[in-house]
């Protein structure tokens, strides 16, 4: 358990060493990105815990002479990676309210009180995995506008104030680049916590 909760130290420690990358680099979008890529990855994460539960359920129903729903998919020449893959996909089906296999429904108690608290837990993640990507992606849409607007003043005033064309090119790079930069250092805690 020690080096378990030692891996994930290094692993936080590896995130904040991407982030000051990333920062430094001026390259704040791609934080906004790989903090998209780790919402998706959590819920993978608990889609396959879901689903390697699913699959112990009905096999141990299926060990012990119980119905259960390997009865309807399980023949001796299917490999058990098959059967772990059908019970992702019906997982993920119920994580997202899709249509799911019919062939795979609960009939056992125990498979119905599982898929029930799996329902419950997937409107849980789901709606934190949205929520937190939602915030993203509004993070991400005004880095953009915040851009474009800086850029658009800084052209008007230099229009106004008729400053040559090529001075004024070299004025609008060397802000926006100043701009990113300063950008880049100043991420919304919050976001970064997704």
């Keep these: ?17 991407i982030e000051d990358v990333c920062a430094s680099f001026g390259i704040r ?5 790989i903090a998209i890529f780790r919402n998706l990855s959590f819920i993978f994460l ?16 299926k060990d012990q002479n119980l119905p259960g729903w390997l009865d309807a998919v399980d023949h001796p ?3 058990d990676s098959e059967l772990y893959v059908r019970s992702l996909y019906w997982v993920l089906g119920h994580l997202t309210a899709a249509p799911v296999d019919p062939d795979l429904s609960a009939k ?12 419950f837990c997937s409107l849980l993640v789901l709606g934190a995995g949205i929520s937190s990507m ?15 607007e800086t850029k658009r003043q800084l ?5 106004a104030a008729g400053v040559h064309r090529e001075l004024s090119t070299r004025i ?12 880049a250092l100043s991420l919304d805690a919050g976001v970064l916590l997704l």
């Design 1 to 17: 358990r020690v080096l378990r909760l030692a891996r994930v130290a290094k692993i936080s420690k590896l995130n904040q060493a």
């Design 29 to 33: 979008w791609l934080i906004l990105v």
């Design 46 to 61: 608990l889609a396959h815990v879901a689903a390697c539960v699913w699959f112990y359920i009905g096999r141990t129903r």
């Design 77 to 79: 020449t299917t490999p």
């Design 108 to 119: 056992s108690h125990i498979e119905r009180t599982f898929t029930l608290s799996l329902i």
């Design 134 to 148: 939602t915030n993203t992606i509004a993070e991400l849409s005004k880095l953009n506008h915040d851009f474009i």
């Design 155 to 159: 052209q008007s005033f230099l229009k």
């Design 172 to 183: 609008i790079q060397f802000a926006l680049h100043s701009y990113t930069r300063r950008c």
